[in-house]
């Protein structure tokens, strides 16, 4: 037997050859596939828990409540193989929340139609159901309203804050607040008590009584409105601290979070273009500030180039230009370098999820890297300027599409030139200029909006005050 089958394949050695070659080949494929649907179902497994962590991220925001932070993370995830229906389910439920909130801020309107706060609060609902119309329609109102303080005024000035500190001796502070209650009755609170302590004595009394207790206390206070909640110091004219500086071409943009270096924009003498970006530089933050250094073409360009914000590390500055190669009037372009003593490399577009065909421009980067903040004036905003960000979830991932920070923070005047604070809960801009919105001071003025966490919408903005 075994001889005849010595014989079988000698005799048929190539057909034999052949296929103990398909048989190896089979078993190899087999197990490639296997592998491949291994690393398929592991991919698929991962990309289940992404979107699932998605989901509950989104019912977290709905929870906060903040619906546009909810509809903008369970939008990418609609369509998704693993928690698709859950998602649609939870957009429904956000659109039904939007919805009766819309309701119950209309039933405020219909019950007092004065109340501004409640025409702010549907615009920014509205502007989560994408009914641009109706926001901008109760945004006109809201701002209608705050031009209206015809009677305010002519008791406590043309503050558009009704309110107003006395300071004292040993640090105790009278304050002054009018406001409007829920029974139409204006009604004016007197707070006694020592400064920054939560002990302080109110007194609430009806505006109408006030002639009785002497109102000419009021008329004739010389002291500052509170505006932002916390006291900035009086200006001070930059040419005197910084004396380095030509106030007539240089325009300081911000400081790096070491305090070492200060980014200015110029078109003064020594430049390659309409505006330039300058470094000033200090060997400690007590030192003086040493002479303006050109970034060089590097960086800059024969067109204007300004705006800058640096990154918490300093190894990113993003910056303004209308260079060519941008997508619009002028769009944001950013620059890296290795270290704090390596030169800065070739500008780099960051592309059309932030800039947009229109004019974008004075990027600020908050500290953890993950928010970009700008202004723009492409179409779809609420004014000639509006106030943009764009997020990522990691400061290696590219920026995400631009969102529109809404009726609330942006009106019919335009804003623009954002800065944002180390924290990342409070963000000034300035009026865009021709343009001031109502109650503040001159046609260009410096507001401010809070944010409870950044998880968080951005609140009605307030104006800095008088100083």
């Excluded at 291994?38 to 903040?66: F, K």
């Excluded at 109408?208 to 932002?228: E, I, R």
């Excluded at 631009?402 to 609330?408: D, E, I, S, W």
Aim: proline share 7%.
């Amino acid at each position: 037997m075994v001889y005849r089958l010595h014989k079988l394949l000698r005799r048929h050695r190539a057909q034999v050859a052949a296929g103990l070659a398909f048989a190896v080949l089979i078993a190899v494929g087999a197990a490639v596939l296997s592998l491949w649907n291994r690393g398929r179902l592991q991919l698929a497994q991962m990309e289940g828990r992404r979107h699932g962590e998605i989901l509950s991220q989104a019912r977290q925001h709905l929870i906060t409540p903040d619906h546009a932070k909810a509809l903008e993370t369970v939008e990418p995830i609609l369509d998704s193989q693993y928690v698709g229906p859950a998602a649609r389910l939870l957009k429904d439920e956000i659109l039904d929340n939007l919805r009766q909130r819309v309701s119950e801020c209309t039933r405020r309107i219909e019950a007092d139609p004065r109340e501004a706060s409640a025409y702010s609060e549907r615009a920014r609902h509205y502007d989560c159901l994408h009914d641009r119309t109706k926001a901008r329609a109760d945004m006109a109102r809201w701002s209608a309203i705050k031009r209206q303080h015809v009677f305010w005024d002519s008791w406590f000035g043309a503050a558009s804050e009704l309110t107003h500190v006395i300071d004292g001796p040993s640090g105790y502070q009278l304050v002054f607040s009018a406001a409007r209650l829920a029974n139409k009755t204006p009604e004016l609170s007197i707070a006694f008590g020592q400064k920054g302590r939560w002990e302080m004595r109110v007194f609430e009394i009806p505006v109408w009584m006030t002639s009785l207790l002497g109102l000419c206390l009021l008329s004739g206070l010389d002291s500052p409105p509170a505006y932002a909640g916390f006291t900035f110091g009086k200006p001070v004219n930059l040419e005197v601290i910084l004396p380095v500086l030509d106030p007539a071409h240089d325009g300081p943009d911000c400081l790096s979070y070491d305090g070492l270096e200060m980014y200015i924009e110029s078109d003064g003498p020594g430049g390659y273009g309409g505006y330039d970006l300058w470094v000033l530089k200090r060997q400690s933050t007590q030192d003086n500030w040493g002479p303006p250094e050109n970034l060089g073409l590097g960086v800059n360009s024969s067109n204007s180039d300004g705006a800058a914000s640096i990154s918490a590390d300093g190894l990113t500055l993003y910056f303004s230009s209308n260079r060519p190669g941008g997508y619009g009037d002028s769009d944001t372009w950013m620059t890296t370098r290795a270290a704090k003593n390596a030169p800065w490399g070739p500008p780099v577009n960051l592309g059309p999820n932030v800039n947009s065909s229109a004019q974008d421009g004075s990027p600020w980067v908050s500290s953890d890297g993950l928010e970009l903040y700008f202004h723009s004036s492409r179409s779809g905003g609420y004014g000639s300027s509006d106030l943009y960000v764009a997020r990522r979830a990691t400061p290696s991932d590219r920026w995400g599409q631009a969102v529109n920070l809404g009726p609330v923070v942006n009106n019919p005047y335009g804003e623009c030139q954002p800065s944002l604070s180390p924290d990342g809960l409070v963000l000034f801009f300035h009026d865009v200029p021709g343009h001031a919105r109502p109650g503040g001071y001159g046609a260009e003025d410096i507001w401010m909006t809070r944010r409870a966490s950044r998880a968080d919408a951005w609140q009605t903005p307030v104006n800095l005050g008088p100083h």
